[in-house]
């Protein structure tokens, strides 16, 4: 874990968490919880020039991708870079909901699964994190705020997607490794049909996260609504 954090400050964690940080497994509980970022992400944007009122399913996309790429991106950092996937159960994994991103994460690596194939690792990472930790997350958001369930799936994608491509541009030796993974993933498991490459190999997500919603906010360069402006083949 340590390791994973020369790839950026998305890839950080702290070894110690403050009393007051909230652990994952009740962002999937407690929608009390949740709603402390939402707020916080909702007064953000509503900040922003024209956006006084923000959709409530636009701040529940945002923040739930936001907080999706926090914890992900450590765990396929430090996999990439050491060859081990860190495991750790969800109850003992604790994030600070206040602040701007990279919001600060303890992440106490309790086992490690030895990696070796990309195959390998996204089995693993399948196993052990998007199962017990990222998709009870995603239900519990779709639940609290009605958000669609491909936009959200469609955000775990992009998160992950996004922590790969990071991972490979601070260390270009780990970008054809990183590829291999992100193809792995969107070939079978969870996030199979959530994604694709473009003609040029760049990915593309097959929803939008809504942030185009925001008053004169554009769109993700992952988007599927960036696919069909550049003309893609299987843009739509």
């Not at 509503?46 to 991106?73: C, I, K, M, N, Y």
């Amino acid at each position: 874990m340590a390791a994973a954090g020369v790839l950026g400050p998305f890839f950080c964690v702290d070894e110690r968490r403050a009393p007051d940080w909230t652990c994952w497994a009740a962002l999937s509980a407690d929608a009390k919880a949740l709603r402390l970022r939402t707020d916080e992400v909702r007064a953000v944007l509503a900040a922003g020039p024209g956006s006084p009122d923000v959709e409530p399913g636009v701040v529940a996309s945002l923040t739930h991708l936001g907080l999706v790429a926090r914890l992900v991106s450590p765990l396929l950092g430090a996999a990439l870079l050491s060859g081990v996937l860190p495991v750790t159960p969800v109850e003992d994994v604790h994030i600070d909901l206040t602040g701007a991103n990279p919001l600060p994460l303890a992440l106490p690596a309790t086992s490690a699964v030895a990696i070796g194939s990309a195959e390998e690792l996204a089995a693993a990472f399948q196993l052990h994190w998007l199962t017990p930790a990222v998709r009870p997350f995603t239900r519990a958001v779709r639940a609290f705020w009605s958000v669609s369930p491909r936009v959200l799936e469609g955000n775990v994608t992009s998160a992950v997607a996004g922590a790969l491509r990071m991972a490979g541009t601070a260390r270009p030796e780990l970008a054809a490794r990183a590829d291999a993974v992100l193809d792995a993933l969107l070939g079978s498991g969870p996030l199979a049909g959530t994604g694709r490459r473009r003609d040029d190999g760049s990915f593309v997500r097959r929803s939008c996260c809504l942030f185009y919603r925001l008053p004169g906010a554009g769109i993700c360069g992952d988007c599927v609504l960036d696919a069909r402006a550049r003309g893609d083949e299987n843009g739509a």
